[in-house]
């Protein structure tokens, strides 16, 4: 029923967008990269307990949200992005977290919503005409590759029985269905990953997904639920253990010291020439 239009697994290999490293690889004739990316970074952060809330704090030196940005800008499968946040923090977002930057690819904004899923509805209404999917991103996850983003999109794009891909990781704690704290099943854990995002799908689908959840009242925690009510085939991707979303203060700890430790491994790699010199 949400089946998408038959997409051959070869268009990814051309997009070239608006970078230039992308621009040269590709040789000559640029198609329009397929993906906008919604990063929702509208959430008040209740659980983190900044007044300000927690997108703009500053993590390894750059505002939480900021990373989000940058690992999508550099993907050349995405062609736009949609930063959702309130109306009231726009300008303080363009200036922290946006302008600073060397982003290549445009961004434009959305009003946020009451709850995460009104936000992805309005980053997806706001998805400007032409892009045909949408990766909807959790702002407060500064972790994501833009490898695992593209290793999920050329996923969605190779197989057109998919409705969507969500990036995660199996589950390795042992899993417990409670009553209160009283433990009443221990399921099988071969079934269960933990969902992260991004989660890719078609726009076309994902609008049909909120209409159907506004008019039935359904309110999910991830975007992807509302397409699989929806009868849609949404497939899990693996993507880096530690995509961590940042919810609460003790999650800046492992999130800074990757980070930071990322860098450290990019510059001793350009140091001895195994790279060349990137930009962090
Ligand atoms: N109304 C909302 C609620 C959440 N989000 C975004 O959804 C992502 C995941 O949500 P979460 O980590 O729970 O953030 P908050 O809602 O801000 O946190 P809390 O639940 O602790 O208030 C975050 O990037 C957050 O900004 C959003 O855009 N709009
Ligand atoms: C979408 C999500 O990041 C998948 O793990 C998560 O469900 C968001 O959860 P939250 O309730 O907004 O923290």
């Known amino acids: 029923m949400m ?13 070239a967008g608006q970078h230039a490293a992308c621009a040269s690889a590709s040789g000559g004739a640029v198609p329009m990269p397929p993906v906008c ?10 659980r983190f307990g ?13 505002p939480l949200v900021a990373w989000s940005i940058m690992a999508f800008d550099r993907s050349c499968l995405v062609g736009h992005i949609v930063v959702v946040c309130p109306a009231e923090k726009r300008a303080e977002m363009r200036r922290l977290a946006i302008d600073p930057f060397d982003f290549k690819t445009p961004i434009t ?40 983003i593209d290793h999920a999109i050329q996923v969605l794009l190779a197989d057109c029985s998919l409705d969507g891909v969500v990036c995660g ?3 390795i704690d042992t899993l417990k269905i409670v009553d209160g704290e009283r433990i009443v099943e221990t399921p099988p854990r071969s ?6 995002t991004p ?12 209409a159907a959840a506004v008019a039935e009242g359904f309110v999910g925690t991830d975007d ?5 009510r929806m009868g849609g085939v949404v497939q899990c991707v693996a993507s880096p253990r530690d995509n961590l979303k940042v919810t609460v203060p003790e999650d800046l700890r492992p999130v800074t010291a990757i980070l930071l430790g990322r860098m450290s491994d990019a510059e001793s790699a350009q140091d001895t020439g195994v790279m060349p010199r990137v930009q962090l």
């Open 50 to 62: 900044n007044p300000g809330g927690k997108q703009l704090v500053n993590v390894a030196g750059r």
């Open 224 to 228: 992807a639920s509302l397409v699989e």
């Open 109 to 148: 904004f959305a009003d946020a919503g009451e709850t995460r899923q009104d936000s992805t509805a309005s980053g997806i209404d706001a998805v400007p005409m032409g892009f045909e999917y949408a990766a909807i991103h959790d702002g407060a996850r500064p972790l994501i590759t833009t490898g695992a």
């Open 3 to 15: 089946a998408r239009d038959e997409v051959s697994s070869s268009v990814f290999a051309g997009f």
């Open 199 to 210: 989660q890719i799908f078609s726009v076309e689908v994902m609008r049909r997904a909120h």
């Open 191 to 196: 079934m269960y990953w933990a969902a992260q």
């Open 37 to 46: 990316a919604v990063i929702v970074a509208g959430g008040c952060g209740s």
């Open 169 to 171: 990781q199996p589950a």
